[in-house]
């Protein structure tokens, strides 16, 4: 996925053990940023079903990112949703130097950034099996 | 930092209260206002961090890891300024379990290395998960038991069955209420907590074999009243010859307080062979004789059984490796 944005150092490795994940809010962009056994992902923090924001404690450590308002799963791997499939978070860049890590924020207005990202699951019909998306 | 003797309120309260009567340290606002470090207190976090390194523990882990109280200088019980299990340093209970759990040669050599912490239970039970599926298998049994009603299945078992059931089902109530006892003893004196919530699980699970076989007992009670269900099992369990072997070992068990000894006998040799008599063929007696219905319900109590098995075996085999090792 490519996208305009620049790199924000969001936390350093010490912050974030194996299994763990911190939501961080950069320029008004809730991250999830999740460690699955020492390889660090980020995804923007919130569930293409209904804008649900994915916490800490949605990672169950391991595999899944569970959204908590609707149960939607996803592959914290990949971002791909598993249950429903043909969905997928939005997966950011990032970047481990030395112990910092870094986080491609995308550098247009959250606002625009929601339509834009949402907007094409509504035109590929994935949301409209499931009621609205605001 | 100001000294507290400084300052015009503290200087008020001593002239009007007499403080300092006991010294400073019995000053109770000394104490507050010089802070004088924290008591330690006893946390497994950073023994789950030296064991996993930077690793978030799952919550099986969190909840069960090196929880137990042990007597020894390392342990993070011990910091505790009133000794081990807090209660001084020359109490029974110390005594006894320095002597029965610490000192049993099966346990001793890995309690020494703080070994036995590692045994995990290959089920990760937390009492959360434990109860939700127990939950479930209960659900299953009242099902059954419920079918037993609607169906007047119990006017239909043959006198045989009857019989069996009066001289050898009720009794077992006897056999399974010592398991519970024995998982419960061991539960106490575990090593470690993982083994400890293991036999504790196994208990809740040998309580719930006696309550369904009250249950079922009464329920026959209430259709044939007047063949006494219910009332003779005691006598028949202390009395009839069929039980004499069974009670014998089963109350040698109970008495055998040193750890290694009990857990080996209890998971590797009576459990076993009493689940696999009560549990399979007696069922199939039953079966024979024209009863189907409590094969399902015997079917639940296996379930378990084979987690028992699973966990016990584990628990050895962690034991076996560790000493291997060495």
Redesign the interface.
Known sequence: MSYPGEFHKVLTL?DI????AKLVEVNRYEILVVNINGEIKAYYARCAHALGLIEPNSFD?EEKIICPVHLWEYNARTGESINPEGSSLFPLDVKVEGNDIFVKVPSVPVSEFKVKWFGMYRQRGVINEFGVNS | MTRLEDLEWYRRYKQMFGAFKSGVEGDRFFRDYEYRGYKRVWSTWPMLEKKL????P?EYQIVTYALSYWADPRSPTYIYDKGPFELGTEHITQKWYKHFRDNSPFIKPLFERGEWHDYEDPYKLTYWTYNSMADDNETFLDKIYEEIVNTKYDWNLSEEVLELYKNVYDPLRYVFHIMQMESMYLASMAPTSSITNVFIFMGMDHMRRVQRIAQRVKMLDIIYPSLGFGKEARKIFEESPLFQLTREVLEKMLATYDVGESLVAFNLAVKFVLDELTLQHLTQQFSKMGDEMIRHIHMSFYNDTLRHRHQAQESVQNANNSINIM
């Open positions: 010490d053990y194996e299994g763990e450590g | 390194g930077r690793k978030k799952s």
